[in-house]
Structures are given as structure tokens and as C-alpha cells.
């Protein structure tokens, strides 16, 4: 499996790098800036981006616009935004052009290295991984037609939008997996999402969940 990373702090770039390598992936290119990050994508075929926020020449959303941007480029691309920040704008812009296939993670709330690189696989297969600190600053001040659901079916949503499946769920509540998959269904009917795919449903419910 093929990275590319994008991430100006050099100590930080050479740790990830390191870990990839050492756990089973490729990394084949470190971009620190946008602009390096635009010619990675361009000249590699890779399965997935680890991109960094905060970067040259104004460390504010330089990485986050640089994943919407290859995204726009290169449609589908997992990007994995791996962060010290929660940006709202580009972070909701991003999981409305598509949720699958991306993941935001918050540096200082990752514990283990074991729970990083599941999500690396994880967004790379098409799945969705959020900290459960980006959903709840995107949520504030939404509104939706949440209000339908009972405080159990939101609590089930919450965790489908963190990117777990409905056996992670059950174990997370202490519920039975038949429990599980009722709440979810109920959840699909009260958001009046189409009959499709479970999987598309999810990504449906997810965005439903934080209002894009």
C-alpha cells in the first residue's frame, strides 16, 4: 500500500515515514508544503495521503485545502488528515465532496501506535474515520432532522460517523449485535435516507449526522 505524506515538521515526517515503512506500507513520497504536496500526487500512484493541517507559508488550513484540492484532482483518493487542530470549514467541506475514503484524526488523542494504522488501512479501503472531537466541533450550532432519533439511535450515529461497524458498536454500548443493527436500521428510516447498499447508507447517515 502506497502513501504519500504531507507534513512540514521534519522529526514528525521521518517518524510517520518510518512506521509506514515498518509496518507494511510504502511510502513514496514527504512533501512539506502544498505546492510539493501537488507534484507528489501528480507523479505518483499512491493509496492513500497523511496530511498535516497547519503549514507553510501561513499555518493555518494549507494542508487541509491541499487534500480538497487532489481530492478534486484525483477523485476518491483517501486523504487522512492527522492533526493537532480541529479546521471546521475545510474539515466539513471535505466530508461533503464525499466521506468515504477520508479520516481526521487528532494527534494528541491518538494513544496507540496499533490505532493509527488501522485507521491508515481503514480509510485506505474506502472507510471513514473520525475523532470523536472533530464530530462533536462540527456539530455545534447544526441543526437536522436528528431530532427524530432517541438519545440510544444518536449515540449508535455518533460512533458510525468515528467509522465503526455495527460488532465495535455493540461492544462500545454493551448491546447486543441484534440491538445494534435495530438502532441503525431505525436510524436509516427516521433520516429517510433511499434504499441502497448498507455501506452507501452509512456514509448517507454520516453526513446526515453532521449536518452537510
Same mark, same amino acid.
Do not use: C
Given at each position: 500500500?502506497?502513501?504519500?505524506?504531507?507534513?512540514?515538521?521534519?522529526?514528525?515526517?521521518?517518524?510517520?515515514?518510518?512506521?509506514?515503512?515498518?509496518?507494511?506500507?510504502?511510502?513514496?513520497?514527504?512533501?512539506?508544503? =502544498?505546492?510539493?504536496?501537488?507534484?507528489?500526487?501528480?507523479?505518483?500512484?499512491?493509496?492513500?495521503?497523511? /496530511?498535516? /493541517?497547519?503549514?507553510?507559508?501561513?499555518?493555518?488550513?494549507?494542508?487541509?485545502?491541499?487534500?480538497?484540492?487532489?481530492?478534486?484532482?484525483?477523485?476518491?483518493?483517501?486523504?487522512?488528515?492527522?492533526?493537532?487542530?480541529?479546521?471546521?470549514?475545510?474539515?466539513?467541506?471535505?466530508?461533503?465532496?464525499?466521506?468515504?475514503?477520508?479520516?481526521?484524526?487528532?494527534?494528541?488523542? /491518538?494513544?496507540?501506535?496499533?490505532?493509527?494504522?488501522?485507521?491508515?488501512?481503514?480509510?485506505? =479501503?474506502?472507510?471513514?474515520?473520525?475523532?470523536?472531537?472533530? /464530530?462533536?466541533?462540527?456539530?455545534?450550532?447544526?441543526?437536522?432532522?436528528?431530532?427524530?432519533?432517541?438519545?440510544?439511535?444518536?449515540?449508535?450515529?455518533?460512533?458510525?460517523?468515528?467509522?465503526?461497524?455495527?460488532?465495535?458498536?455493540?461492544?462500545?454500548?454493551?448491546?447486543?449485535?441484534?440491538?445494534?443493527?435495530?438502532?441503525?436500521?431505525?436510524?436509516?428510516?427516521?433520516?429517510?435516507?433511499?434504499?441502497?447498499?448498507?455501506?452507501?447508507?452509512?456514509?448517507?447517515?454520516?453526513?446526515?449526522?453532521?449536518?452537510?
Amino acid at each position: 500500500m502506497r502513501v504519500i505524506i504531507l507534513e512540514d515538521n521534519p522529526i514528525l515526517a521521518e517518524g510517520l515515514g518510518l512506521l509506514l515503512n515498518n509496518s507494511g506500507f510504502v511510502v513514496a513520497a514527504v512533501a512539506t508544503d =502544498a505546492d510539493e504536496f501537488a507534484k507528489a500526487i501528480d507523479e505518483h500512484e499512491v493509496d492513500i495521503a497523511v /496530511v498535516d /493541517v497547519r503549514l507553510p507559508p501561513t499555518f493555518t488550513d494549507e494542508g487541509l485545502r491541499a487534500a480538497i484540492e487532489a481530492r478534486r484532482v484525483r477523485p476518491g483518493l483517501p486523504v487522512l488528515v492527522f492533526s493537532q487542530y480541529v479546521e471546521e470549514v475545510y474539515a466539513a467541506e471535505l466530508l461533503a465532496a464525499g466521506s468515504e475514503g477520508v479520516g481526521y484524526l487528532l494527534k494528541d488523542r /491518538v494513544s496507540r501506535v496499533d490505532e493509527f494504522l488501522e485507521a491508515v488501512r481503514r480509510v485506505a =479501503a474506502g472507510g471513514t474515520v473520525l475523532d470523536p472531537e472533530v /464530530v462533536s466541533q462540527l456539530m455545534v450550532k447544526r441543526s437536522s432532522p436528528l431530532d427524530r432519533l432517541t438519545p440510544r439511535e444518536r449515540e449508535v450515529l455518533a460512533l458510525m460517523a468515528e467509522g465503526l461497524g455495527n460488532a465495535a458498536i455493540g461492544e462500545k454500548l454493551v448491546i447486543s449485535d441484534g440491538a445494534v443493527h435495530k438502532h441503525v436500521g431505525n436510524v436509516f428510516l427516521k433520516l429517510d435516507l433511499p434504499p441502497t447498499d448498507s455501506g452507501h447508507r452509512r456514509v448517507l447517515a454520516v453526513l446526515a449526522y453532521l449536518g452537510l
